[in-house]
């Protein structure tokens, strides 16, 4: 199926002997064609796994349609695809859905990609800036609106804090980047935020910019602005450390698998469904809140042998240290810990075919 926008990728399969023999295939043997589609976010990663597979499973055609997470999952429960890439875990209504379309051994969901969230900011003289949660809230919400602000000298103490004005830049499209970065807030800040969480920036006036390339563009042209954005694009900017408990944490790949390996997994799921609610306002050392958490969803018994075995061997590769690292590389997501890991392969290893 050809479609506007899709990511024709080649090749699925393991990275090494292990690997391949846990999806009980070896490499080169698998031949047929593998259909996913969804989050945007997973598109360069998607770029990197395929040069993982290339050489393993020339035989495999593996085709991802970057539609977004609602329409990967819409495809995905109508049968139209073999596996979604989500920014948001299924709802009530969606695992009714999946059990339908997946029988009663249900879904598998994923966190296998995990995205670092920064807040950047081009301020001179200033090269750390501790933010606490209530006071990054004041700044864009536009309430703290001078760097020398005694909020923000009380974060940074031994700073010297120049007298001027502050300029949020805040996306001006709908985005997954703005919704974990608002749902932090809401999380954390307490009533120093009182918006709703949505992937429409809720906070009329400051400066708007179009993508995380936008963003980044007008911080870096703006002295003393501050903006989100994820974590590879961050450039030669200023990276804030994020209050967590007693201390300022930095974003990081470590710091950023921590807060999802620690987050609670979501109530009255499957055995195999890993979808958690994230530990936003997390007090825990090392860990940094302001991630994306992206997810695989696919069904733990397919209808033939093939796809499952197709399936098996992705997420196989997706999930091992040198997928993740592809993934990272392509596009400066964090590894997943090898907690995660272990936890995941449980689902993939369980998938089988009901005929």
Same mark, same amino acid.
């Given at each position: 199926m050809?479609?506007?926008?899709?990511?024709?990728?080649?090749?699925?399969?393991?990275?090494?002997?292990?690997?391949?023999?846990?999806?009980?295939?070896?490499?080169?043997e698998?031949?047929?064609?593998l259909?996913?589609?969804?989050a945007s976010?997973?598109q360069a990663?998607?770029?990197?796994?395929?040069a993982?597979?290339?050489?393993?499973?020339?035989?495999?055609?593996?085709?991802?349609?970057?539609?977004?997470?609602?329409?990967? @999952?819409?495809?995905?429960?109508?049968?139209g695809?073999?596996?979604?890439?989500?920014?948001?875990?299924?709802d009530?209504e969606?695992?009714?859905?999946?059990?339908?379309?997946?029988?009663?051994?249900?879904?598998?969901e994923?966190?296998n990609y995990?995205?670092?969230?920064?807040?950047?900011?081009?301020?001179?003289?200033?090269?750390?800036?501790?933010?606490?949660?209530e006071?990054l809230?004041?700044?864009?919400?536009?309430?703290?609106t001078?760097?020398?602000?005694?909020?923000?000298?009380?974060?940074?103490?031994?700073a010297?804090?120049?007298?001027?004005?502050?300029?949020?830049?805040?996306?001006?499209?709908?985005?997954?980047?703005?919704?974990?970065?608002?749902?932090?807030?809401?999380?954390?800040?307490?009533?120093?935020?009182p918006h709703?969480?949505?992937?429409?920036?809720?906070v009329?006036?400051?400066?708007?910019a179009?993508?995380?390339?936008?963003?980044?563009?007008?911080?870096?042209?703006?002295a003393?602005?501050i903006?989100?954005?994820?974590?590879s694009?961050?450039?030669d900017?200023?990276?804030?450390?994020?209050?967590?408990?007693?201390?300022?944490?930095?974003?990081?790949?470590?710091?950023?698998?921590?807060?999802?390996?620690?987050?609670?997994?979501?109530?009255? @799921?499957?055995?195999?469904d890993?979808?958690?609610?994230?530990?936003?306002?997390t007090t825990?050392s090392?860990?940094?809140?302001?991630?994306?958490?992206?997810?695989?969803?696919?069904?733990?018994e397919?209808?033939?042998?093939?796809?499952?075995d197709?399936?098996k061997?992705?997420?196989?590769?997706?999930?091992?240290?040198?997928?993740q690292?592809?993934a990272?590389?392509?596009?400066?997501?964090?590894?997943?810990?090898?907690?995660?890991?272990?936890q995941?392969?449980?689902?993939?290893?369980a998938?089988?075919?009901?005929a």
């Amino acid at each position: 199926m050809a479609l506007a926008g899709t990511l024709a990728l080649s090749a699925c399969g393991a990275s090494n002997e292990a690997d391949t023999d846990s999806a009980g295939t070896g490499g080169g043997e698998l031949s047929g064609d593998l259909v996913g589609a969804g989050a945007s976010s997973q598109q360069a990663a998607m770029q990197g796994w395929q040069a993982g597979f290339t050489d393993v499973e020339p035989g495999v055609n593996l085709s991802y349609d970057p539609v977004g997470s609602g329409g990967g @999952r819409e495809q995905f429960l109508a049968g139209g695809t073999d596996f979604a890439g989500s920014d948001a875990a299924l709802d009530d209504e969606e695992l009714a859905l999946a059990e339908e379309r997946c029988g009663a051994s249900g879904v598998f969901e994923l966190p296998n990609y995990i995205s670092p969230i920064a807040v950047v900011y081009n301020l001179e003289g200033v090269d750390e800036l501790n933010l606490s949660p209530e006071t990054l809230a004041g700044i864009f919400d536009q309430k703290i609106t001078n760097w020398n602000d005694p909020a923000i000298a009380a974060d940074n103490p031994d700073a010297t804090l120049p007298d001027q004005g502050i300029t949020p830049v805040n996306r001006s499209d709908e985005s997954g980047t703005t919704e974990n970065f608002v749902e932090y807030l809401a999380a954390a800040a307490g009533d120093a935020w009182p918006h709703e969480v949505s992937g429409d920036w809720p906070v009329s006036g400051g400066e708007a910019a179009q993508g995380t390339s936008g963003v980044v563009g007008a911080v870096e042209a703006g002295a003393g602005a501050i903006g989100y954005a994820d974590l590879s694009q961050a450039g030669d900017l200023g990276v804030a450390s994020i209050g967590v408990g007693e201390e300022f944490v930095a974003p990081s790949a470590e710091t950023a698998a921590a807060v999802v390996e620690n987050s609670e997994p979501l109530s009255g @799921r499957g055995e195999y469904d890993f979808a958690i609610e994230l530990n936003r306002d997390t007090t825990g050392s090392g860990e940094y809140p302001i991630v994306l958490v992206s997810y695989h969803v696919g069904c733990i018994e397919y209808e033939d042998q093939e796809t499952a075995d197709l399936v098996k061997a992705f997420m196989t590769y997706v999930v091992s240290e040198d997928g993740q690292q592809a993934a990272a590389e392509a596009a400066g997501s964090a590894p997943i810990s090898d907690t995660l890991r272990e936890q995941a392969q449980t689902a993939i290893d369980a998938i089988t075919a009901s005929a």
